[in-house]
């Protein structure tokens, strides 16, 4: 028995020392880096036959997680791709999910923090290259404006380099640019098949800030942006499908600026403070949610950032088993004309 155990620890041990060799010769990283180039450029997303929704950011300012980035939720349907946000790091996670940047529909913006439009020019940029051949629309309530002519213009001198070296044909200039939809709450895009409905929430002192509702083939989504509890949303968002929604943990927060003040920091200690009053506390949301007949209350746009499952745990503290913590890359996927949620 000892001989055979030795006798495959030495094999075992061979083989290790085989392919670290192999590993680093110029024909096996070759052929590997064609496997893996095939694997990343040859794959599409999974085509789905109903409404999507895919988490492409989850985090808040507060706290920095790798694992998330800041705010973005993507809509998909075999005819529409749109975006409500996009903060910093959301494009890799749009990138990684392998949603279809080619034929996005618009980008959908809820308000003008830095962490919900940072990554903006990115998705312009690699829906562009990736094949759009019109200007990607950014729709907004008063102020959008302002944030896509700012990107425009820093990112002029960029897109005249791209179509100078690549050309006209592949770049087609009248795309390069974003085009700005300034909008009042309502309806905001519709075609035969999807409405996008916008509503106010209470986000003081932003104003204005905006929630959205996609309705889809009998299915519905709503992403809610940053706000309080309101009740102007929960009464937008009745009988939906999906409600996607802002929330801070008090106990984690309290806990974290007390440490920032006892650590001798408390010009940050009064920022986060401040963020209390104008995010939804998560122990507010479940009861509304279903008063309103909302069907699945998932928290996103995390305050603080959940680090790890420990404060994940925390986040979770007295909420029922059915509310769902988002996390990046969560796909939830709404047959037509059901009620079943898929969740992957």
């Known amino acids: 028995m000892i001989r055979r155990v030795t006798y495959t620890v030495a094999v075992l041990v061979l083989l290790a020392l085989v392919g670290s060799v192999a590993y680093r010769l110029a024909p096996v990283q070759d052929f590997l880096m064609k496997r893996g180039a095939l694997l990343v450029f040859g794959g599409t997303a999974e085509t789905f036959d109903g409404l999507q929704a895919v988490v492409c950011g989850s985090a808040s300012p507060l706290g ?192 974290m600026r007390g440490s920032m003040a006892e650590a001798g920091r408390p010009r940050i200690a009064q920022i986060v403070t401040d963020v209390i009053d104008y995010h939804a506390d998560s122990l507010t949301l479940e009861d509304a949610a279903n008063a309103a007949g909302v069907k699945q209350l998932v928290l996103y746009h995390l305050v603080p950032t959940p680090m790890n499952d420990l404060t994940e745990d925390m986040f979770m503290r007295g909420l029922s088993g059915t509310t769902i913590l988002a996390h990046d890359l969560q796909t939830f996927s709404l047959p037509p004309n059901s009620e079943e949620i898929i969740i992957r």
Request: a negative charge.
């Open 64 to 255: 920095n997680n790798p694992d998330r980035a800041q705010a973005c939720i993507a809509i998909v349907t075999p005819e529409h791709f749109f975006l409500v946000d996009v903060g910093a790091r959301a494009p890799m996670r749009i990138n990684q999910a392998q949603l279809p940047l080619n034929r996005m529909t618009g980008v959908m913006l809820t308000h003008f923090h830095s962490d919900h439009i940072a990554g903006l020019a990115d998705v312009n940029l690699g829906s562009w290259v990736g094949g759009r051949q019109e200007s990607l629309n950014v729709y907004g309530p008063e102020g959008v404006a302002t944030v896509v002519d700012g990107f425009n213009t820093a990112y002029r001198l960029d897109r005249g380099y791209r179509i100078a070296h690549h050309g006209v044909e592949l770049l087609p200039p009248a795309a390069g640019p974003m085009t700005a939809q300034t909008f009042e709450p309502g309806i905001v895009w519709q075609d035969d098949t999807m409405t996008v409905t916008s509503f106010l929430v209470d986000h003081h002192p932003i104003h204005p800030a905006v929630g959205y509702r996609f309705d889809y083939l009998g299915r519905s989504v709503v992403v809610s942006g940053d706000t309080n509890a309101s009740d102007n949303l929960f009464a937008a968002a009745e009988n939906a499908d999906i409600v996607f929604h802002d929330a801070l943990a008090r106990r984690a927060l309290d806990i």
